[in-house]
């Protein structure tokens, strides 16, 4: 399987009008979850945040809200944001732009998020504009560093070190709170947390006021 586990420049160049870290000197953390929620495993990723009092942000599939609202409402009410990451993970490079908008919309029905995550990362310049515009008003936010925990031919001991190696201040990490990615997840995400909590460092929540003042262009 090919991805980068750290964004290059010529992609975060390509998608500038979209998030990819946080431009911050202190020392905090963005940690991102896709793909849920999940009545199962989302709750083992919020035990694990607990733990640290650790915020998080959760770009949920809105179908998967609509089934698993106790998760959803989980994750909310312990502080964490929640993002929108269409209704039935549709892929924008495969899906017809009228389709996929209409996707986004439907989950903004279930999702009460100014915020944005294409599934795989794949979004056409044109459906970026149109997220940014007076329909949607939604931001893209994208990353700076994947686990990997989707990967299904690595282990999780991979992706701690694919994390540990590449996260930075600023950074914004993505793991899955899918049943795909559980054992990776959850043998990583423990270990992330516990090395990064011992070395000072924050773990927090995306927000407009973050984004607007510490948004890096490119």
Same mark, same amino acid.
């Given at each position: 399987?090919?991805?980068?586990? %750290?964004?290059?420049?010529?992609?975060?160049?390509?998608?500038?009008?979209?998030?990819? %870290?946080?431009?911050?000197? @202190?020392?905090?953390?963005?940690?991102?979850?896709?793909?849920?929620?999940?009545? @199962?495993?989302?709750?083992?990723?919020?035990? $694990?945040?607990?733990?640290?009092?650790?915020? =998080?942000?959760?770009?949920?599939?809105?179908?998967?809200?609509?089934?698993?609202?106790?998760?959803?409402?989980?994750?909310?009410? $312990?502080?964490?944001?929640?993002?929108?990451?269409?209704?039935?993970?549709?892929?924008?490079?495969?899906?017809?732009? =009228?389709?996929?908008?209409?996707? *986004?919309?439907?989950?903004?029905?279930? *999702?009460?998020?100014?915020?944005?995550?294409?599934?795989?990362?794949?979004?056409?310049?044109?459906?970026?504009?149109?997220?940014?515009?007076?329909?949607? %008003?939604?931001?893209?936010?994208?990353?700076?560093?994947?686990?990997?925990?989707?990967?299904?031919? *690595?282990?999780?001991?991979?992706?701690?070190?694919?994390?540990?190696?590449?996260?930075?201040?600023?950074?914004?990490?993505?793991?899955?709170?899918?049943? %795909?990615?559980?054992?990776?997840?959850?043998?990583?995400?423990?270990?992330?947390?516990?090395?990064?909590? $011992?070395?000072?460092?924050?773990? $927090?929540?995306?927000?407009?006021?973050?984004?607007?003042?510490?948004?890096? @262009?490119?």
């Amino acid at each position: 399987m090919l991805y980068f586990v %750290k964004s290059p420049f010529w992609l975060r160049w390509l998608y500038c009008s979209c998030v990819w %870290k946080v431009n911050s000197s @202190e020392k905090t953390i963005y940690l991102t979850f896709d793909d849920g929620p999940h009545p @199962e495993i989302t709750p083992i990723v919020l035990d $694990e945040l607990k733990k640290y009092d650790a915020k =998080a942000t959760f770009f949920c599939i809105g179908d998967n809200v609509k089934k698993f609202p106790d998760a959803y409402k989980r994750i909310i009410a $312990e502080g964490h944001a929640v993002a929108n990451h269409t209704m039935h993970h549709l892929n924008g490079w495969k899906t017809d732009d =009228a389709k996929y908008l209409d996707d *986004i919309a439907a989950a903004k029905n279930w *999702i009460d998020s100014d915020f944005f995550r294409p599934p795989y990362g794949r979004i056409t310049r044109f459906q970026l504009r149109q997220l940014s515009g007076s329909r949607f %008003k939604l931001k893209t936010v994208m990353w700076s560093v994947l686990s990997g925990d989707f990967d299904v031919d *690595i282990n999780g001991e991979q992706c701690l070190i694919n994390v540990i190696r590449n996260t930075q201040p600023g950074s914004i990490v993505v793991f899955h709170d899918s049943e %795909k990615a559980k054992s990776r997840m959850q043998f990583a995400l423990p270990k992330v947390l516990a090395h990064f909590h $011992e070395k000072g460092f924050r773990f $927090e929540k995306l927000n407009h006021t973050i984004l607007a003042e510490n948004f890096i @262009e490119y």
